[in-house]
């Protein structure tokens, strides 16, 4: 079943058994209260109705006196005596009474009394067994409910007792029959109410099951369009009050969670199917100049030495770039596969004079410059950071081998180390044409190369900024690059400081 419907039958059953309970013990109570009532009327009813069988037995067996044969001593007038004996005042027996004298056994040993013959057309019967027992000496008497002779849906409250006469047993009984009107009326009443009311509450509950539950059908219609593909779908209502729209915030975090992954897998596919293309467009290359190379050598078209050492040369050259390319390759996978680094402190100061006495014996016609500024006063760290020293060293060397690669021979480059705002800061500058405008922020992309302002073709394969920004990154730091005012490339890595008085190496 569907969950209104569980919800709308749970409702209607637990409330269904709630008013029959409720029901029951009404009807109980009402059953005993009546049923008490008649016991106190069947008790006041005993003496009223012994009175009233001793008075038509007295009446029916006493004899009737006529005046002798000749005897007009009145003036000619019979004389008659009537035998009504004088009695106490007695209440009359309660409507619908009935009386009766049995034998031990319980056979009728006189006329009963009865105030409606209709009612009593079939008179009770008491059993045998419950005679017996009120025959032996000292048992109180007992109010039963005891059957219609001849007629089983007849009942009575009746009350046997020993009789006063000492011989025999006197049944008092009154009917049954208000009494049970009174409970079938109420069944009547209570079997209206409930269906009345199970009714009333089954339309309303499914009024409100369906209003209450229509958030969630709007809910799975968003769902069906978000699992056919729209993940620009949010659900509603979306907020703190109900729990509905709890549900609908939670899914809807979950939703953008989603969204963003699923933008950043198709992000990271295009990168790769644009890195793979790059990679092997960049790769062969330099094979097939290794090849063209090999094939002229085979076919013997360099027999001279100068020829043969021509192409040696060559394929030497093709090769080397080619391992310095897979090496730019490699690092970057690796980079990607584990971006977290091995964390040490690392003080820029050496690593900042070495990349400037590699990049001099590299270029020694440059002149090379390093500015390093003072740590703020009460600081006990000297330009330390926290990370990878052997990937530092290659962020500078990339930096510079850079800087030396994209500018003309004999222009000046430039390094400044400083440490404003909490932070190092490493600016490698050089004096040659600059960066396109439009590219500042894309000289970090693989395989990317300047296009106007830089020659193409003279550096590698375009991967050495990209390492640069991989490496800064997973050190938690930023790189730009940016044109200086009077000319000129300038690129910039911040890393965050170490902590106050962590150690210092090489």
Do not use: C
Not at 58 to 73: E, K, V, Y
Not at 241 to 264: C, D, P, S, W, Y
Request: without cysteine; hydrophobic residues 40%; proline residues 7%.
């Amino acid at each position: 079943m569907s969950l209104r419907t569980r919800l709308l039958v749970g409702l209607v059953v637990l409330t269904a058994i709630g008013l029959l309970v409720a029901g029951f013990a009404t009807y109980r109570a009402e059953r005993s209260f009546l049923l008490d009532r008649l016991n106190t009327q069947v008790v006041e009813a005993v003496n009223p109705v012994e009175d009233a069988l001793d008075t038509q037995d007295n009446l029916r067996h006493a004899p009737s006196l006529t005046p002798a044969a000749g005897d007009d001593s009145d003036g000619g007038q019979p004389a008659t005596q009537h035998n009504n004996p004088p009695q106490d005042f007695q209440l009359p027996p309660p409507p619908d009474s009935f009386g009766e004298h049995l034998t031990a056994t319980g056979k009728p040993s006189r006329k009963p009394y009865n105030t409606s013959s209709d009612t009593y057309r079939h008179p009770p019967v008491v059993p045998a067994y419950v005679l017996s027992r009120l025959t032996i000496g000292g048992r109180p008497p007992r109010i039963m409910t005891a059957q219609a002779k001849g007629d089983p849906s007849l009942s009575y409250r009746v009350i046997v007792k020993p009789s006063d006469t000492g011989s025999g047993l006197t049944l008092i009984a009154l009917s049954l029959n208000d009494v049970d009107a009174s409970l079938a009326r109420l069944e009547t009443i209570e079997a209206i109410v409930i269906a009345s009311v199970l009714a009333a509450l089954a339309i309303l509950a499914w009024l409100v099951i369906r209003i209450g539950l229509r958030p969630l059908d709007r809910i799975g219609v968003t769902a069906g369009a978000i699992a056919a593909g729209d993940l620009s779908r949010r659900v509603s209502p979306a907020d703190e009050r109900t729990e509905v729209g709890r549900l609908g915030l939670a899914l809807n975090a979950m939703l953008g969670q989603i969204e963003r992954a699923f933008t950043k897998r198709q992000e990271s596919e295009e990168r790769l199917r644009r890195f793979l293309s790059d990679a092997s467009h960049e790769l062969r290359t330099p094979l097939t100049s290794i090849r063209g190379y090999a094939e002229l050598f085979r076919l013997g078209a360099t027999s001279k030495p100068e020829d043969t050492a021509r192409a040696m040369r060559r394929i030497e050259e093709e090769a080397a770039r080619m391992g310095v390319l897979v090496e730019e390759l490699l690092a970057l996978a690796r980079l990607d596969e584990m971006p977290q680094t091995t964390r040490a402190p690392v003080d820029l100061v050496p690593l900042v004079e070495d990349a400037r006495r590699d990049a001099s014996a590299v270029a020694p016609e440059r002149e090379i410059t390093v500015s390093v500024q003072p740590v703020a006063r009460g600081s006990r760290s000297h330009h330390v950071v926290s990370g990878d020293v052997h990937q530092l060293r290659q962020v500078l060397a990339n930096l510079m081998n850079n800087a030396i690669k994209h500018t003309p021979a004999g222009t000046p480059i430039e390094i400044d180390l400083s440490s404003p705002s909490g932070v190092e800061r490493v600016a490698v500058r050089d004096h040659g044409t600059g960066l396109p405008e439009d590219a500042q922020d894309a000289v970090f992309e693989r395989f990317w190369r300047a296009e106007g302002g830089r020659e193409r073709g003279k550096a590698g394969a375009g991967l050495g900024l990209a390492i640069v920004a991989e490496i800064v990154a997973a050190h938690g730091g930023r790189v730009s690059a940016s044109n200086a005012p009077d000319g000129g490339a300038v690129f910039v890595i911040e890393l965050a400081r170490a902590a106050s008085g962590a150690g210092e190496t090489d």
